[in-house]
């Protein structure tokens, strides 16, 4: 554990996504558990959407995935989508029951079926046919059901075997600094492509602000907030799924800002592209060193800095 500090900002915002690929939850603060953010009873990505195989369901298939709202209460959750009748599912907490597997980018992992009229619901909504086969899958165990990371030091030398999230993409926390989101901003008008973008999309865990250069956060090794202690594990590779405006749902017919991250934040090291191609950088996934609690306002601490991207 590091013992010099730096500060370098504050938490801006919080975000937890209770539903892999449906909308945010902005909350106040949560609590920072190996495999993911708690608030209450919510946590994040512990419901995903999978098909009649098991395997996920994304709104980079499906962009107005991203408008369907969840609501998480002790017993139930509540999804609602604009024109159509809200449903409820009962959660089955500290109850066992069958247990269904399921699969994020080829990890197995496993999950509880939430019954036919939420899977109805959704199948109707996603797939314009309420017997398309879609189901809902809540992971109700605490700890991370996917397999532990194999690790590699050279392009994560940082990583530990249990950094790994419920159904969230590939780690339990995501953080992003408003300094490259105006970065990207500035290049894109700079381009002339008319589109301003928010954090929402890039779908953060931790927002922060800060006097800070743009991209700052990918060389930080070891970030401190409140009494957390997270480490910089791998830098955040881009997709379609930036595309998608998470108020419209809806993806940008330019490709933006996909088009103009490849274009200044994709890697130039052979062995980064040769394991991520073209995708671009934007944010950093973080595995948790010591948990605790943050709040937005807690002071961003930094120690230590990574290899130039």
């Not at 902005?26 to 190996?34: A, C, L």
Request: with cysteine; aromatic share 8%.
């Amino acid at each position: 554990m590091p013992s010099t500090w730096q500060q370098v900002g504050q938490v801006k915002k919080l975000y937890i996504y209770p539903v892999k690929s449906l909308a945010h939850v902005e909350v106040d603060q949560f609590k920072v558990k190996p495999s993911g953010a708690q608030d209450k009873i919510m946590v994040d990505r512990q419901f995903m959407v999978v098909d009649k195989k098991g395997k996920m369901i994304t709104a980079r298939r499906y962009p107005h995935m991203s408008l369907v709202v969840p609501t998480v209460s002790q017993t139930q959750l509540v999804l609602s989508y604009p024109g159509m009748e809200k449903v409820k599912v009962d959660i089955p907490r500290h109850v066992v029951v069958p247990r269904q597997e399921c699969e994020v980018w080829g990890e197995s992992c496993d999950g509880v079926d939430l019954g036919d009229l939420v899977g109805e619901w959704l199948s109707d909504i996603i797939l314009q046919d309420s017997q398309g086969g879609l189901r809902l899958v809540f992971h109700n165990k605490e700890v991370s059901t996917r397999p532990d990371k194999d690790g590699n030091e050279y392009l994560t030398p940082l990583e530990k075997p249990g950094d790994k999230p419920l159904y969230a993409d590939g780690y339990p926390y995501l953080l992003l600094s408003s300094s490259s989101v105006r970065e990207l901003n500035r290049v894109m008008e700079e381009d002339g492509g008319g589109l301003e973008v928010e954090e929402t999309r890039f779908r953060p865990n931790i927002y922060i602000d800060g006097d800070i250069p743009a991209f700052a956060e990918d060389k930080w090794t070891f970030i401190k907030i409140g009494d957390c202690v997270f480490r910089n594990v791998k830098l955040c590779t881009r997709c379609v799924y930036v595309t998608v405006d998470p108020e419209t749902g809806e993806k940008d017919h330019q490709g933006e800002p996909l088009k103009t991250l490849r274009k200044f934040r994709s890697s130039l090291d052979k062995e980064e592209k040769k394991a991520y191609g073209t995708s671009p950088f934007f944010g950093v996934n973080l595995g948790v060193e010591a948990m605790g609690s943050i709040k937005v306002g807690d002071q961003v601490m930094v120690s230590g800095t990574v290899k130039d991207v």
